[in-house]
């Protein structure tokens, strides 16, 4: 999170933010708004856009207006240039995320189909992970609390498929003694927290003759 103060004005901006509206996430999705969106990780006119993405100012303009509109982009200050006020933006993030819940019919169930062995499965979780984490974020956002997470992320390289298969194995094993040591049903005032654990191939470019890994289901 970065935090500026222009004038008597502290604005914020996110390292990573959810989109979960679907008309905001159409916009984003716009080559040119999504250029616009990054050229504003910094404050900038539409004029000093301008001259940076090629396009005439009353046009950038119009489509800083639709970015504005869904909470994309914000002010940052005006400043006076003669008989005209430059407006100063900035996104609100450096990076987004759009959450399932802006394609909310269609959006992946992990109850539907449950496959420890499925990448099409992982995919589900994944999609809940940013949907809840997303909703989370926000709320707390809202109630300006921070929100009680943690991750890992970290790679390994294994000699076989049976090695990966084993570690797997042991996986499991390691993390259902930990829920059962520290799982209370019946604690009061606790809180259910979401476990979830992945290993995939990389998807960085492989050596020549490895295989990129088992096919997806």
């Given at each position: 999170m970065t935090k500026d103060i222009v004038g008597d004005t502290v604005t914020v901006m996110y390292d990573v933010t959810v989109i979960e509206d679907p008309a905001a996430a159409e916009v984003s999705l716009d080559p040119m708004r999504a250029r616009l969106l990054a050229e504003l990780s910094e404050p900038r006119s539409a004029t000093m856009l301008a001259a940076r993405v090629g396009l005439p100012r009353q046009k950038v303009n119009?489509?800083?207006?639709?970015?504005?509109?869904?909470?994309?982009?914000?002010?940052?200050?005006?400043?006076?240039?003669?008989?005209?006020?430059?407006?100063?933006?900035?996104?609100?993030?450096?990076?987004?995320?759009?959450?399932?819940?802006?394609?909310?019919?269609?959006?992946?169930?992990?109850?539907?189909?449950?496959?420890?062995?499925?990448?099409?499965?992982?995919?589900?979780?994944?999609?809940?992970?940013?949907?809840?984490?997303?909703?989370?974020?926000?709320?707390?956002?809202?109630?300006?609390?921070?929100?009680?997470?943690?991750?890992?992320?970290?790679?390994?390289?294994?000699?076989?498929?049976?090695?990966?298969?084993?570690?797997?194995?042991?996986?499991?094993?390691?993390?259902?003694?930990?829920?059962?040591?520290?799982?209370?049903?019946?604690?009061?005032g606790g809180r259910d927290h979401r476990l979830v654990v992945a290993v995939h191939p990389s998807a960085g470019p492989e050596p020549a003759g490895r295989d990129a890994g088992d096919p997806a289901s």
């Open positions: 119009y489509h800083l207006r639709a970015l504005e509109r869904h909470g994309l982009v914000e002010l940052v200050e005006e400043r006076r240039k003669g008989n005209v006020t430059e407006r100063v933006m900035r996104a609100t993030a450096a990076s987004y995320v759009i959450s399932p819940l802006a394609l909310a019919p269609v959006q992946p169930d992990p109850a539907r189909s449950p496959d420890q062995l499925s990448a099409r499965w992982l995919l589900a979780l994944a999609g809940r992970l940013v949907r809840d984490v997303g909703a989370l974020v926000t709320g707390a956002a809202a109630a300006r609390k921070p929100v009680a997470t943690f991750a890992l992320d970290g790679e390994v390289r294994f000699a076989s498929a049976a090695d990966r298969a084993a570690f797997a194995k042991e996986l499991a094993g390691a993390v259902a003694a930990l829920v059962s040591k520290y799982h209370d049903e019946g604690a009061a």
